[in-house]
């Protein structure tokens, strides 16, 4: 079992930057594919950014990509989102997810966090 916790989650104005962290309770989370998803208002839950266990190989969803960053430090079973230029259509809630598959697909994760509000005003 891998438990995941999400934080950073806020309110801010458009063009701000916020970092959402990802804290998992298990050892071997090295060793699981980490991704964020988000959901915002009547709409399906959609894919952002994803890390592979195995290395630095980084995917974005595009409309994030160039704005947003997903980083992981292992050590601290923690895995980040930093999210620039904010925009109103970022607003969701963002959730991150494993997986031993490495997959875009939300359905093949296994292990979800409670996710984390994020609201951008223009």
């Known amino acids: 079992q891998v438990q995941l916790a999400e934080s950073g989650g806020g309110l801010v104005q458009a063009g701000d930057s916020l970092r959402l962290s990802c804290v998992a309770t298990?050892?071997?989370?090295?060793?699981?594919?980490v991704a964020w998803f988000r959901q915002a208002p009547g709409k399906e839950r959609e894919f952002v950014a994803l890390?592979?266990?195995?290395?630095?190989?980084?995917v974005y969803e595009d409309s994030v990509k160039g704005r947003f960053t997903i980083t992981r430090e292992d050590p601290q079973n923690t895995v980040y989102l930093q999210m620039d230029s904010l925009k109103p259509e970022d607003t969701a809630v963002y959730y991150c997810?494993?997986?031993?598959?490495?997959?875009?697909?939300?359905?093949?994760?296994?292990?979800w966090g409670r996710g984390t509000q994020v609201t951008v005003s223009t």
């Open positions: 997810a494993a997986t031993r598959s490495l997959t875009k697909h939300q359905y093949s994760y296994n292990y």
């Open positions: 298990r050892s071997s989370f090295s060793i699981y594919n």
């Open positions: 890390f592979p266990w195995y290395d630095q190989t980084t």
